[in-house]
């Protein structure tokens, strides 16, 4: 692996030191020309005002250095450019462009005012494009672009996710692809600091307007890395490269108390493109749970408890992204970004539990407060270069990534007997601080051999260290804390992957093949240091992937695609922490060191199909795994002080999980601005196994569904209504109920087409909520959880200068342009 990476090195910094020895004479060339001014003034014809951030482009009629510069507020301009003959181009998005050719410049020149027409074809063209969601189906990806989906406007990434046909996100944040949990989250094709330590609460914080599109991958091919049984879903954000400076700007309010801004800028040189990502948010999500639990065990104090909880969160998070694109020569490049977050938070739960006798009669009741505070910062940096040679499609890219991450957690916890009197209990607090260091280094070579097949290879090494410092403190008598040595303790967790690949895709005929092969090395390190556990614990293997991905394509609008996939789910640092943790004084969660990494091989076979006003693309898929994680409730045999008995939850390896299933998805367009979308899912899933004699075996049914309509109302006004239904679930241990929710949204227009206000109201008839029973020989509990209620939201967006280009809606296996392979 090293002589690998350092021959990759070698090669960047040959390639960087040829470019740059080919420019020295342009430079100096340049230096010695005679340099004119051009300037003007760009005005609306129809209104007379000024058009700012208008581009003009100057194009030398020898095919050299390209110049060019925007208007200020006033619509004027002025630059430099080298005695020469020239065309120059006038444009604003929505406007007709106007071409001057064959300009001699032979002293400074004023243009005057230059008059750009209003385009009403293109402004319509513009208007259509950017308000759908658009399907591209390749080799193995399905690409969505989010378009101007109003439902989500103002909201996040999760709300993003919970859109996409085949991805659900339940009431306590989870995302699931094809009801599958184990799904990996990539931001632009890479591991990411918008994801940090808790992926869930990440994806809540980060603002739904940066992200352009998302790639769902359900038979990822030997390019990525094999972790997520279910697939990856990829995030692409925002980021153009149109010349000149540009972005789109977003405010929003709402209630419960929610207000926030993002926007995504750039502004493109000749040879430099700059590009930000930035997102503020200040809001509060009031929540609710409850449980109700009947004891079984003869030993335990009460026959029955009602427990109900009531949340209140709130914090504001702060999202930076800014980067830096070099263009050395037309094809080599080095991108360099910084990703900043800082999410500071606080949740207030306050949890009133009555305990009753065999009798029903209330006999104990108590009130536990706990107010926690966490500051979660993350600094990320990315570092990429990128060679193009002569050759079409022969590349090599290389990407170095550090992640810098932190979540400092303090929680003061106070309990009260509230029945049958009053009494004051002593308080507890605890101090977790959590740090992660991840660096990630890869390379990918694509080399097409003849025309139309390519080979491509590549390698990643990602180490991730990460240190969680639990401290537990008990107030005494004198009102001061003391640390309960029993219950603090430090876990440090280290995972080297590294990971080596090579694919080979041919495009004969209609037919498209794209399979390849990847070996991945797993080495964990752990270590547990507390009074009752003090341990180090290892683990290595090493694992191929192999990978099959094929298309046959009828017509450009229509194909079939087959599938072959195998990938690993690697246990959570928490997942085998072997200290426990409360989420309740009657609730704890604890990991298992002994998990082990589950395995899974799956097939898709999918059809696509687009007519002029309808598009069609179903799937059937089977995935078969091995030591398939499951969590479990079991009694600890401890109480609480008061004789609550405490109930543990952990993950444990099962045998085998059989999981096979259909969907489909399909858009109509019945008239030119009403828009029907609708997405199903049906899935079954037989679990097999059994834990210390208990079997744990489950086979059920479930299924999700999803419906958008987008109609225009009078006044130009757009209502987009978005009804979704997941069907109940189960395993060997918990059923939980389906779940109904709607969406609505109202949008409109305004400033010539460049703002947009939005209102929208999530969870309309506020039911999206968790109701479950578990039972066990212990005990039967039924509860109910709703993380977030009913929420308003009033949006205002902003483009400039801001060109939306049409984006094909088209099956097959290559780029944008229909050319090469993807993977």
């Known amino acids: 692996m090293k002589i690998i990476l350092t021959l990759l090195i070698i090669l960047s910094f040959s390639l960087l030191a040829q470019s740059q020895e080919r420019q020295r004479p342009q430079r100096a060339e340049q230096a010695q020309r005679e340099m004119f001014e051009i300037k003007g003034v760009i005005h609306e014809k129809e209104a007379g005002t000024p058009l700012e951030f208008a581009t003009v482009i100057v194009k030398p009629l020898n095919g050299r250095r390209v110049f060019g510069g925007m208007t200020n507020a006033k619509g004027k301009f002025a630059f430099e450019v080298p005695k020469g003959k020239y065309n120059i181009s006038f444009e604003f998005l929505s406007f007709k462009t106007i071409t001057k050719n064959n300009i001699d410049i032979v002293t400074d020149l004023n243009l005057g005012e230059i008059l750009l027409e209003e385009d009403s074809e293109s402004l319509e063209e513009v208007t259509l494009i950017a308000e759908r969601s658009t399907m ?3 080799l193995d990806k399905k690409i969505y672009n989010v378009g101007k989906d109003m439902t989500v406007r ?27 949990e184990n799904v990996r989250i990539l931001i632009n094709g890479k591991p990411s600091g918008l994801v940090g330590l808790n992926d869930t609460e990440a994806l809540r914080q980060f603002p739904a307007d940066a992200i352009a599109k998302v790639e769902v991958i359900t038979s990822p091919s030997a390019r990525y890395d094999a972790e997520g049984t279910a697939g990856i879903l990829n995030i692409i954000l925002r980021r153009d490269k149109i010349t000149g400076f540009n972005g789109v700007g977003t405010i929003n309010l709402g209630v419960p108390q929610h207000y926030g801004f993002s926007t995504s800028l750039n502004y493109r040189l000749e040879n430099v493109n700059f590009f930000t990502n930035i997102g503020y948010s200040d809001r509060e999500s009031p929540g609710n749970s409850s449980a109700e639990t009947t004891y079984f065990s003869p030993d335990a104090s009460y026959a029955s408890t009602n427990q109900q909880v009531d949340y209140i969160r709130s914090g504001n998070n702060l999202n930076l992204n800014f980067g830096v694109e070099y263009y050395i020569a037309k094809e080599t490049s080095i991108t360099g970004s910084f990703l900043y977050r800082n999410s500071d ?6 949890n009133m539990t009555d305990a009753f006798d065999e009798f029903d009669e209330l006999a104990n009741a108590t009130l536990r407060i706990e107010n926690e505070a966490s500051i979660d910062k993350v600094f990320q940096y990315d570092l990429n270069f990128m060679h193009k040679f002569k050759k079409e499609g022969h590349q090599i890219d290389l990407d170095v990534q550090y992640q810098n991450n932190s979540d400092n957690e303090n929680s003061l916890i106070t309990n009260e007997e509230t029945f049958p009197e009053m009494i004051d209990q002593l308080s507890e607090k605890v101090d977790s601080d959590e740090t992660q260091k991840r660096i990630l280094i890869q390379s990918d070579y694509v080399l097409p051999i003849v025309e139309n097949q390519q080979v491509e290879l590549g390698f990643r090494i990602n180490n991730d260290d990460r240190e969680t410092d639990y401290k537990f403190f008990n107030e005494n008598e004198d009102g001061d804390f003391i640390v309960n040595d029993s219950l603090t303790n430090l876990f440090e967790y280290e995972e080297v992957i590294s990971a080596v690949y090579g694919q080979y895709g041919n495009k004969f005929g209609k037919f498209s093949a794209l399979v390849g092969l990847r070996l991945e ?15 180090v614990n290892q683990k290595n293997y090493i694992n191929v992937f192999p990978t099959a991905n094929l298309v046959y394509e009828f017509t450009e609008s229509e194909n079939l695609t087959l599938g072959y996939n195998s990938r690993i789910r690697r246990p959570r640092s928490r997942f085998i922490n072997p200290f426990p943790s409360q989420s309740s004084r009657t609730n704890i969660f604890q990991g298992n060191p002994d998990l082990d990494p589950s395995i899974s091989h799956g097939v898709d076979l999918g059809y696509y199909k687009r007519w002029q006003k309808v598009t069609f ?7 078969h795994s091995t030591d398939v994680f499951q969590f479990i409730s ?16 952990t993950p444990i390896n099962l045998s085998t999980d059989d999981r096979y299933g259909f969907e489909f998805s399909a858009n109509y367009t019945p008239k030119k601005n009403w828009r029907l979308n609708a997405s199903f ?9 059994e834990y210390q004699g208990v079997d744990f075996g489950s086979s059920f049914n479930s299924w999700f569904a999803r419906g958008t309509s987008k109609i225009p109302l009078p006044a130009k006004i757009d209502w987009q209504t978005t009804l979704m239904f997941r069907g109940p679930r189960q395993n060997a241990q918990s059923k939980s109920q389906g779940m109904f929710m709607a969406n609505m949204a109202f949008s409109k227009d305004i400033l010539k087409g460049n703002g947009t206000l939005v209102f929208n109201v999530d969870d309309l008839l506020n039911t999206r909520k968790r109701i479950s029973e578990t039972t066990t020989d ?6 109910e959880f709703q993380w977030r209620q009913r929420q308003f939201r009033l949006s205002f967006t902003y483009r400039f200068n801001q060109k939306k280009q049409r984006q094909r809606q088209r099956g097959g296996m290559g780029s944008d342009d229909g050319e090469g392979f993807e993977g």
């Open 778 to 783: 212990s005990f039967n509990q039924n509860s």
């Open 154 to 180: 103002g909201g996040t990434a999760s709300d993003v996710l919970d859109n996409v046909p085949s991805v659900t996100v339940d009431a306590e944040g989870i995302v699931s692809l094809r009801g599958n």
């Open 681 to 689: 899912n049906f899935y079954n899933s037989t679990i097999d196994g």
């Open 617 to 623: 693309n179903t799937s059937v898929y089977y995935t």
């Open 521 to 535: 090395g797993t080495d964990i390190d752990i270590r547990s240091t507390g009074k009752e556990i003090d341990s």
């Open 345 to 350: 938070r606080n949740r207030i739960s306050e």
């Open 634 to 649: 079991e009694d600890t045999g401890e109480t609480t002080e008061d004789g609550i008995p405490i109930i543990r939850r």
């Open 136 to 138: 591209e189906v390749k």
